[in-house]
């Protein structure tokens, strides 16, 4: 076996991937292609992907899919993600352990530090590449892993 | 009463295990190609299936979702569980699992009620809600409605109640200067020590209940056991001394001296009796009011006693000073050290504490001239080579007539903190004064740098030669990328400026490694230096003369 990182193909994620390298994500953005393009590119790495529409529907699926992580737009009718993010994080049992990425042009120093407030880990800047939001989700799985 | 059955199709002895603990359930195995036949039997509350055969699964979930029946699935790898979530069950479990998890979800999946498909999300969504609702998510302690739930039988029966109202005061400071996550892992040592005290003490064999005001306030409720009599004054005296000792040592050990310092319980008292014209609710409402109020007056008491305390300590110099090193990042040497004023009374150890006091009996002038001049002695006694020393200078300060550019002989040496905390009203004064400092060789840090929404302007504008980053952006700062990226561009404002940055509160190796690599060029805090007042500065330690 090698040791170096090996492609995954749709067939290996099918298979059986790791379960703790590849734990569940939600993609949370009322943008239905923006979400479709997110979790095709996640579900080819190797992550089981659910994918929500608005804030509700993310507060409803999150004790259902658990998820390590959750890519959170900021921008969304009703529920925005702010609110989310800050009700996610207060959730008795999965609250502690999520880690939440915001999806988000934060350019100003005020809106880190609301952010930050509101207990969100991670932003990504929109526009995003792909791989710049890869590389968010593996920083922010590693964080999980080796809890402080 | 009829029992509620769990039906499966799982042949894990887990399963039945994990019915065996839930009250009142009765444990009913089928044949997998009988389950979804099954449901429709009288008394079915919820369906465990453990199938891998997509269809089936489908069936099952369909079949019972029309009957209103949750369910929970077992899922043996990652496909099940997708399938599980896609079919929107309402709980699932990895396989194989122990009885505990199994029950608990089980527990979970009936609670938040049978699913109508419609309003599934709504009702989901709610439930999200309701659970926050009913228990504080930090502390793990019910809330007060829940509180009044439970203790309204017991109450009755034995028509008496006792509220004690424990008001922690000074929370609100430490969230003020470490930021809300240090406050919420404070109030969870909290909460966590109150109940080991709890489980330990005497009042245990009567019911003791507590509740957490989501504030930073904690309520008993004492429902004495019928025949013991309610806890007397002197019960209960004894008790918050021992609770204060508990407490404040715990919290010690885990969050450090500083923050123990700041920590203080008054606690009030009411009792409730019962009458049966009255709504228990507002009865009990009604008591925690009174006992709210209790602890308020004895905190007055003792505010007017610090008062007096502080007097004293102005009249005898009683302050001292701590030194906390400042050191270069990449050496480790130190670079100079901040000077930390601290009351010789043990009511007025902590500098927040006593500068509060201070405010209050309007001495802040007189308490920041005994804090200077005491500080200014360690130029002599402490300073080896080129380390600086820095003070806290508050911006109101420089408004004192005593506090002038000349005061301090050697302006070289000293690097004068100002916090980006208060407001600074007339800002053209504020700023003459400060260029006088600076002509005499005064060099200006600003401290509690990034504590406010307020970016990078407000410190441009004071154009100071080091900017000391707000505690609350170092702690936990190695698992939190938005802090990194903050006080990265903090870092690059300075580099562009010619100043230098200092992380105050490195408490951990992980949180001194981010800020190395993020080029944070100084670090003050507990993982390197504990601020000591002995004669011996802590260099001597390492570096051998």
Same mark, same amino acid.
């Given at each position: 076996m090698r040791a170096t990182a090996r492609d995954v193909t749709e067939a290996d994620w099918a298979g059986e991937m790791s379960d703790e390298r590849h734990p569940p994500i939600l993609v949370v953005d009322d943008n239905h292609d923006n979400a479709e393009i997110i979790r095709q590119y996640l579900e080819i790495r190797g992550y089981p992907i659910s994918v929500a529409h608005d804030g509700d529907e993310a507060l409803s699926m999150f004790e259902r899919v658990r998820p390590a992580l959750v890519l959170l737009d900021?921008?969304?009718?009703?529920?925005d993600g702010w609110e989310v993010c800050r009700m996610m994080k207060q959730h008795p049992t999965l609250g502690k352990t999520v880690r939440v990425i915001m999806v988000t042009a934060l350019d100003e120093w005020q809106d880190k530090r609301e952010a930050l407030q509101i207990g969100a880990d991670d932003y990504v800047e929109k526009p995003f590449d792909l791989p710049t939001l890869a590389t968010t989700v593996q920083r922010n799985l590693a964080m999980q892993r080796t809890p402080s | 009463m009829s029992e509620s059955v769990l039906l499966t199709d799982?042949?894990?002895?887990e399963v039945e295990q994990a019915v065996g603990s839930l009250d009142g359930w009765a444990f009913e195995r089928v044949a997998e190609s009988d389950l979804a036949g099954a449901i429709?039997?009288?008394?079915?509350?919820a369906v465990v299936v453990t199938t891998d055969d997509p269809t089936k699964l489908r069936t099952v979930v369909e079949r019972a979702h029309d009957n209103g029946i949750p369910v929970i699935v077992g899922c043996a790898d990652d496909t099940a569980r997708r399938r599980a979530v896609e079919l929107k069950v309402e709980e699932w479990f990895r396989c194989p699992a122990d009885a505990d998890e199994i029950s608990q979800r089980v527990r979970a999946a009936v609670g938040?009620?049978?699913?109508v498909a419609s309003h599934a999300t709504a009702d989901r969504v709610e439930n999200v809600e309701y659970e926050q609702m009913l228990h !504080?998510?930090?502390?793990g302690l019910p809330t007060l409605p829940v509180m009044i739930e439970r203790s309204r039988t017991l109450f009755k029966e034995r028509g008496e109640l006792v509220v004690l109202y424990l008001s922690f005061v000074r929370y609100s400071k430490i969230e003020e200067i470490y930021g809300w996550e240090k406050l919420d892992a404070v109030l969870e040592t909290t909460a966590a020590a109150v109940r080991e005290f709890l489980d330990d003490t005497?009042?245990?064999?009567s019911r003791v209940m507590v509740s957490f005001t989501n504030d930073d306030d904690f309520i008993f409720f004492h429902v004495p056991a019928v025949g013991v009599a309610a806890a007397t004054e002197n019960d209960i005296t004894e008790l918050v001394s021992r609770l204060q000792t508990h407490v404040g040592s715990r919290i010690e050990a885990q969050h450090g001296e500083d923050i123990a310092a700041l920590f203080d319980i008054y606690v009030g008292r009411a009792h409730v009796y019962y009458n049966p014209k009255i709504r228990l609710e507002r009865l009990i409402y009604r008591g925690i009011r009174e006992a709210a109020n209790a602890s308020r007056s004895i905190e007055e008491r003792e505010r007017a006693r610090r008062v007096a305390d502080l007097r004293t300590s102005l009249r005898d110099r009683a302050v001292y000073i701590d030194y906390h090193p400042i050191v270069?990042?990449?050496?480790?040497?130190? &670079?100079g050290y901040e000077a930390l004023a601290r009351g010789v009374m043990r009511s007025l150890r902590s500098p927040e504490v006593m500068f509060d006091v201070a405010a209050e009996a309007d001495l802040v002038w007189e308490l920041s001239r005994l804090c200077r001049s005491r500080a200014i002695?360690?130029?002599?006694?402490r300073l080896h080579g080129k380390e600086l020393l820095f003070i806290n200078v508050d911006p109101? !300060? &420089?408004?004192?007539?005593? &506090?002038?550019?000349?005061?301090?002989?050697?302006?070289?040496r000293v690097v004068i903190e100002i916090t980006e905390r208060t407001a600074i009203k007339d800002y053209p004064k504020f700023r003459d004064r400060l260029e006088a400092f600076r002509a005499r060789g005064f060099r200006f840090a600003v401290d !509690?740098?990034?504590?406010?929404?307020?970016?990078l302007g407000s410190i441009a504008n004071l154009e100071p030669d080091f900017i000391k980053l707000d505690i609350s952006l170092i702690n936990a700062i190695d698992t939190n990328f938005i802090k990194q990226n903050l006080v990265e561009t903090m870092v690059k404002f300075a580099n562009d400026h010619g100043a230098m940055v200092i992380a105050e509160g490195v408490e951990r190796a992980e949180e001194f490694n981010a800020v190395k690599q993020l080029g944070v060029h100084l670090v003050q805090g507990f993982y390197l230096h504990r601020p000591s007042h002995a004669?011996?500065?802590?260099?001597k330690e390492t570096v051998s003369a």
């Open positions: 900021v921008m969304m009718p009703g529920r | 799982s042949t894990q002895p429709a039997q009288p008394n079915v509350r938040r009620g049978s699913p !504080d998510s930090l502390t005497s009042m245990s064999s270069v990042t990449e050496t480790k040497e130190i &670079f002695e360690g130029i002599e006694s109101h !300060d &420089f408004s004192d007539p005593a &506090f002038n550019e000349l005061e301090i002989a050697s302006p070289e !509690d740098a990034g504590s406010g929404y307020a970016g004669a011996t500065p802590p260099r």
